[in-house]
T-cell receptor
Framework: SQKIEQNSEALNIQEGKTATLTCNYT??????LQWYRQDPGRGPVFLLL?????KEKRKERLKVTFDTTLKQSLFHITASQPADSATYLC????????????FGTGTSLTVIP | GAGVSQSPSNKVTEKGKDVELRCDPI?????LYWYRQSLGQGLEFLIY????????KSGLPSDRFSAERTGGSVSTLTIQRTQQEDSAVYLC???????????FGPGTRLTVL
């Protein structure tokens, strides 16, 4: 069956440390993978996209890696701040089905001052 | 410019009633998605519109759910004879033609009593 799993529902880290979130998928063949941030009561907001032929993508304090052999993406927030506290969702397309995007259940990150 | 808007923001209804949820996408975006997000769950794909093409309805959970998109812009998701298990946040997202980033609205929280 198809699955997208994100590590532990909740992750607590100390301010200034690096947060690492994982996204593992099974029985999908994505051309690309995305990460979104969702705050309570709001819709998800796009952060980064990484394509299947890219190993790593960076944007300011964010870094995403994509290993199509392991079927895994890692999402890093360096020098984390309390304002980074939110739920982070990974999403992937599936070239075999075309139009749809598939989302993980998300990881709730809390950065402790 | 304006982002994706949804109305109402909250809707409380009685079991068995029909509800209509509205989505105004970003102007010029040809693709429009509806998702459902239940507590502790990931985003569940419901339906996808792309321009004037026939919509992809493969995610609709039952024939009580339907959606329209008039004039390639505003979309309405209708749930007939609501059940308590329909209680969730319904999110709408739009995307430009050829794009790969979805822009989400704030969602409509539906509560069926």
């Amino acid at each position: 069956s198809q699955k997208i799993e994100q590590n532990s529902e909740a992750l607590n880290i100390q301010e200034g440390k690096t947060a690492t979130l994982t996204c593992n998928y099974t029985n999908y063949s994505p051309a690309y993978l995305q990460w979104y941030r969702q705050d309570p009561g709001r819709g998800p907001v796009f952060l980064l996209l990484i394509r299947e032929n890219e190993k790593e993508k960076r944007k300011e304090r964010l870094k995403v890696t994509f290993d199509t052999t392991l079927k895994q993406s890692l999402f890093h927030i360096t020098a984390s701040q309390p304002a980074d506290s939110a739920t982070y969702l990974c999403a992937l397309d599936n070239r075999n089905t075309g139009n749809q995007f598939y989302f993980g259940t998300g990881t709730s990150l809390t950065v402790i001052p | 410019g304006a982002g994706v808007s949804q109305s109402p923001s909250n809707k409380v209804t009685e079991k068995g009633k029909d509800v209509e949820l509205r989505c105004d996408p970003i102007s010029g975006h040809t693709a429009l998605y509806w998702y459902r997000q239940s507590l502790g769950q990931g985003l569940e794909f419901l339906i996808y519109f792309q321009g004037n093409s026939a919509p992809d309805k493969s995610g609709l959970p039952s024939d009580r759910f339907s959606a329209e998109r008039t004039g390639g812009s505003v979309s309405t998701l209708t749930i007939q004879r609501t059940q308590q298990e329909d209680s969730a946040v319904y999110l709408c997202a739009s995307m430009s033609f050829g794009g790969d980033t979805q822009y989400f609205g704030p969602g409509t929280r539906l509560t069926v009593l």
